[in-house]
């Protein structure tokens, strides 16, 4: 067996130690059995009993064992905890846990961010925090993307946004919104205004 990606949905696909099954992560389909079944039966040609075969292990990638730990890890990781979520394709996809484990409340953000078209200002502002203090890129995703958004607008236009908008989009709370607003009151005197800073804002 050659492919390592579902039929169906696209997903990669797992080894199932326990079943012995090779599994999509994504939708569950099982797309192969590991163990092949013994057969019995005549041969057609000679009309003599066929050997009765011992079961037979397929060769199987080694990528489906990886896969296999990453998907069991990731679920792990997430286990009672109803708030998290995992991105099982990008898990399984880039081997590896950064960025692929998030709150449903900061997947919300990220969709609101898209809709609203803040990208750019936020990408802009998480640029100008990495240079004053990259300490506070520490924060939960929605958190460090409202700082960002707050920062960015507020030296492209003088003018902090307001508390309705930031707490709507980002999904934040008011006593967050409050502790952003002082950090970017005192973050932005540092920044040079906006024709000067120009460059740090378009590239």
């Not at 040609?45 to 397929?58: H, N, S």
Request: positive net charge; contains cysteine.
């Amino acid at each position: 067996m050659t492919r390592s990606t579902c039929p169906v949905c696209g997903n990669p696909l797992v080894w199932d130690y326990r079943d012995g099954f090779v599994v999509c992560s994504g939708c569950g389909l099982v797309v192969e059995n590991i163990i092949e079944e013994a057969r019995g039966g005549f041969e057609e040609e000679e009309g003599l009993p066929a050997r009765r075969r011992r079961p037979v292990k397929r060769v199987v990638s080694e990528n489906y064992s990886v896969n296999m730990r990453l998907y069991k890890m990731a679920e792990k990781r997430v286990r009672n905890k109803p708030w998290l979520t995992v991105d099982y394709n990008a898990v399984l996809s880039t081997k590896r846990f950064v960025k692929t484990i998030m709150s449903k409340a900061s997947i919300e953000a990220v969709e609101n961010i898209e809709a609203n078209g803040y990208w750019e200002d936020v990408r802009n502002g998480l640029k100008l925090i990495e240079e004053l203090n990259p300490a506070l890129l520490s924060r939960s995703e929605r958190g460090k993307y409202a700082l960002a958004y707050m920062l960015s607008v507020k030296v492209r236009t003088g003018k902090t946004p307001g508390p309705e908008d930031v707490a709507k989009v980002f999904n934040i709370s008011g006593t967050n919104y409050r502790r952003l607003y002082n950090i970017v009151k005192n973050l932005a005197p540092k920044i040079q205004p906006p024709q000067a800073h120009g460059q740090a804002l378009t590239h």
